[in-house]
């Protein structure tokens, strides 16, 4: 019984950070609620665990935490599945006396139940501060409901992801399995979308510039996961002997296409230190969109291959009319066997820090061909591991070399 909520436990955190918008929305309860500190957990009767947390009270709970399920209100919240809620706790005729806020040092505080699609409590969306605040609002409790709502909708379908990425894995060496793989992703992955403009357009409509700016950010995201899909597919037709299609025109903005996407990565992992200079003085004719998918599969794969500790350098310029995109990274040096194949489709020379089924970098070098470029790939010890695109700046096709 204890092994399995133990899988039970790890299988919820798992899922939880999988899903790469939970930060940006947790900030959304934070600014809508004037709420400091903001988690999702996961509660059983007997098991507390913090799945996310966005802690600006100084509470000390981290990722992964366990709290004793017996001292917390998240129980109540699980045997009613009814939302608590309350703005002082010492003003409040029955929580004024509770041990809870008095343990954990909250004075505000509102928890609501994450129920799946099957019925099955997931776990509690929370947020609590120290101090008074405007908990039990029309306003408040319409945003955690609404939120709660959306994160049980993104929870079952990241465990739908899962499930089939699973089977997918285990199937991977039968024969027709690739193929498999790209309809199920491509037909799957379309419903979370629905799921993240939903909650984009939730985020947009609040009174909270922040929430505004992560609500846009979020459905940048979404835009960004489609045109993954519409990859996904090209490459399937690739295999079937089609070339991607891209469609090139001129643009002077090219800098800041990047640069949303180096933003996304910053927010999507803070711990992260990611340095980027782009500068496309020049109008460059190319498809932008590609181009920041190709971008942001580069920097995936520096975030799950790179050392943690250093810096992932992004570098954009143009050089002899051509222009370049480079994404350096810090950590053990590629092999040079690994190298010759690390564009191939499915291949990835380690599994470290990547659930990925292999497609990224195969996706960035048929964006490169498209544009009638190049992308590269060297990796030593002084020099760290650079991938380095190089297009003409008119859109004519380069020199094979």
């Known amino acids: 019984m204890e092994i399995q909520l133990n899988q039970d436990a790890d299988r919820s955190l798992a899922t939880i950070t999988g899903i790469k918008v939970i930060n940006p929305i947790l900030e959304i309860v934070r600014a809508q609620t004037g709420m400091r500190f903001a988690a999702i957990a996961w509660v059983t009767a007997t098991r507390w665990r913090a799945c996310a947390v966005l802690d600006g009270a100084g509470l000390g709970v981290r990722v992964g935490d366990e709290l004793d399920v017996d001292t917390t209100i998240c129980k109540d919240v699980l045997s009613t599945r009814q939302m608590v809620a309350f703005d002082d706790a010492l003003a409040d005729p029955f929580y004024s006396t509770h041990h809870t806020p008095r343990l954990y040092g909250f004075r505000a505080y509102v928890s609501v139940p994450i129920i799946l699609a099957d019925g099955t409590h997931f776990g509690n969306l929370c947020a609590l501060d120290p101090e008074p605040?405007?908990?039990?609002?029309?306003?408040?409790?319409?945003?955690?409901?609404?939120?709660?709502?959306?994160?049980?909708?993104?929870?079952?379908e990241e465990e739908a992801i899962s499930r089939t990425r699973l089977a997918l894995v285990q199937e991977r060496d039968m024969a027709g399995a690739r193929e498999r793989f790209l309809a199920v992703v491509a037909h799957d992955l379309r419903n979370p979308l629905f799921t993240m403009h939903t909650a984009a357009e939730l985020m947009l409509r609040g009174a909270e510039p922040a929430a505004a700016k992560l609500g846009a950010r979020l459905k940048s995201s979404?835009?960004?996961?489609?045109?993954?899909?519409?990859?996904?597919v090209d490459f399937s037709r690739g295999r079937a002997g089609a070339a991607m299609t891209v469609t090139q025109a001129l643009h002077t903005d090219l800098a800041e296409f990047l640069e949303a996407v180096v933003d996304e990565a910053r927010d999507g992992h803070p711990d992260r230190v990611i340095e980027s200079s782009l500068d496309y003085p020049a109008a460059v004719r190319c498809d932008p969109d590609r181009l920041q998918q190709l971008l942001s599969n580069l920097l995936g794969n520096a975030i799950a291959y790179g050392d943690a500790r250093s810096p992932i350098a992004v570098q954009g310029f143009v050089e002899d009319g051509r222009v370049v995109l480079e994404v350096r990274n810090w950590g053990a040096v590629i092999a040079p066997e690994?190298?010759?194949?690390?564009?191939?489709?499915?291949?990835?020379?380690s599994t470290a820090g990547d659930s990925s089924m292999g497609l990224g970098l195969n996706i960035c070098l048929q964006i490169a061909q498209a544009h009638g470029g190049r992308l590269s790939a060297s990796s030593s010890a002084t020099a760290g591991?650079?991938?380095?695109?190089?297009?003409?700046?008119?859109?004519?096709?380069?020199?094979?070399?």
């Open 133 to 156: 605040r405007d908990a039990t609002s029309e306003r408040a409790r319409a945003v955690l409901q609404s939120t709660a709502e959306i994160l049980a909708r993104l929870i079952d």
């Open 222 to 232: 979404a835009a960004r996961m489609t045109r993954l899909i519409d990859d996904l």
């Open 338 to 349: 690994v190298l010759e194949r690390v564009f191939d489709a499915f291949y990835r020379g």
């Open 385 to 401: 591991t650079r991938f380095r695109l190089e297009f003409a700046l008119d859109g004519s096709s380069l020199a094979a070399g």
